[in-house]
């Protein structure tokens, strides 16, 4: 059994932010985010933030409102390739965020460490920068990196050796999420397929043709050595049940990936790693790992199926998804209404308009538009159709959908900004026998 960690400077745990819900999603379990403006960042797909939002993150993640959320430090990720002409609007994201009281920037191009240096404000080194040793960490830490974030290549064993040897610098690694098939995601066959820098993955538009379906022919005998397999599709990351061998290898810095998930994941994941760390240092780890089930509930949300990566043997074809190039969950997001009207004394009135709806259910409030930061579990205490108080609604179709009233738990956005949704595997079809599938409770909007 592990025993309870002495040490009282605790792991870090830093969730991703693509939109101000999902930055409200990991508040009460995270202690840091990561996110992206427009320009500069390796998702450049996902929601991202206008410059014009600094101030505003700094504002959520340093004084939270809900009593309930971490005071939590707010990273911004300006980690792609940069050319010559973009230097001066990166200057001016790199001074803006000073200025807002960013807490430091992720950085890969040298033209990046050298405006925060100039600017003054603390940097990371991205995992861009492949630092897979003790001598190239110590390089970055000389230039004056407070944080170096490894090569997902790295083993524990060789982080733990390169820990030993940092001076001031900490050291992040990932733990959960998806995994690029090439070193450290400096990959170029998205660029080479497309054949544009537009959709480079070193820009962050990789287009992920890893995802895809590969045909690789024996040259000498022209037989499929695979044969419309995803060989290059990683599965995705997954080290919940190696929480204390990590915080004993003296990383500082537990990072999940997900710039682009739906801020339900980013709860999903954020809390249940949370709760690992948290029984890690109350020396109840072992005890909870088989209370809590902590991984069937990450298989809940999105996911590609799981490997340990590169932290204990060199990854192989069994740690590559196979049969699906996306998520393998059976559950899904189903918008269920929007709301309509709120009223201060804690009632929406909304507009049911996909299947039914009773005393009990769980929704998930949230907004429609990443400009909002709507986000909420809430649980249906009470159901008001026409005025009157009922245990459950009809049947709502986008044709003939149901006028409803419930109590909610915070405020919320009317004229349809807001919605309701649930979490569910209800619509989830399989083959029953005779190869048909069954009927499903819900339409997906």
Not at 23 to 42: R, T, V
Not at 161 to 166: L, Q, V
Not at 353 to 382: A, C, P, R
Not at 437 to 445: A, E, V
Request: proline residues 4%.
């Amino acid at each position: 059994m592990y025993e309870k960690n002495k040490d009282s400077s605790k792991v870090e745990l830093l969730a991703p932010a693509k939109n101000f819900m999902a930055i409200k999603a990991s508040g009460p379990f995270s202690n840091a985010i990561y996110f992206g403006i427009n320009n500069f960042n390796m998702r450049m797909n996902a929601d991202n933030f206008p410059i014009e939002s600094l101030p505003k993150i700094a504002e959520m993640c340093h004084n939270p409102k809900d009593p309930s959320f971490k005071k939590r430090k707010a990273y911004l990720t300006t980690n792609i390739v940069i050319y010559e002409d973009e230097i001066a609007e990166l200057e001016e994201v790199i001074q803006a965020s000073k200025d807002a009281g960013i807490d430091a920037v992720i950085v890969h191009d040298i033209a990046a460490i050298q405006l925060a240096k100039k600017i003054g404000i603390p940097f990371h080194i991205s995992t861009q920068c492949n630092v897979s040793n003790s001598e190239s960490a110590k390089f970055y830490e000389e230039l004056g990196a407070e944080r170096i974030i490894l090569a997902r290549e790295c083993s524990l064993k060789q982080i733990k050796k390169i820990t030993k040897k940092m001076k001031k610098a900490q050291i992040e690694a990932f733990i959960h999420g998806a995994m690029c098939s090439s070193i450290s995601g400096r990959c170029y066959l998205s660029q080479t397929l497309s054949g544009s820098q537009k959709q480079s993955a070193n820009r962050g538009k990789c287009t992920q043709p890893c995802r895809r379906e590969w045909k690789l022919i024996a040259p000498d005998s022209h037989e499929f050595i695979y044969d419309g397999q995803r060989i290059f599709n990683s599965r995705d990351l997954c080290m919940i049940n190696y929480i204390p061998e990590l915080i004993q290898s003296g990383i500082k810095s537990f990072k999940i990936e997900g710039r682009m998930r739906h801020p339900h994941y980013v709860e999903t994941v954020s809390r249940v790693y949370r709760e690992a760390i948290d029984s890690y240092y109350n020396g109840e780890f072992e005890k909870k790992l088989k209370k809590e089930k902590w991984i069937t509930q990450l298989k809940r949300v999105y996911n590609r199926g799981f490997t340990t990566g590169f932290y204990f043997q060199q990854a192989t074809i069994k740690d590559s998804q196979l049969n699906s190039p996306a998520n393998v969950s059976h559950f899904r997001y189903i918008e269920m209404g929007r709301i309509l009207t709120y009223h201060p004394t804690g009632v929406a009135k909304i507009e049911l308009f996909n299947g039914t709806l009773k005393i009990g259910d769980k929704l998930i409030v949230m907004s429609t538009d990443g400009n909002y930061e709507t986000y909420f579990n809430q649980k249906i205490k009470d159901i008001r159709v026409n005025g009157k108080d009922v245990e459950f609604t009809g049947r709502a179709t986008k044709e003939k959908p149901i006028i409803i009233t419930i109590s909610v738990d915070h405020p919320v956005n009317g004229k349809k900004i807001d919605a309701i949704y649930k979490f569910t595997d209800e619509t989830y079809s399989k083959p029953k026998k005779g190869g048909k599938k069954r009927k499903t409770s819900y339409k997906l909007s």
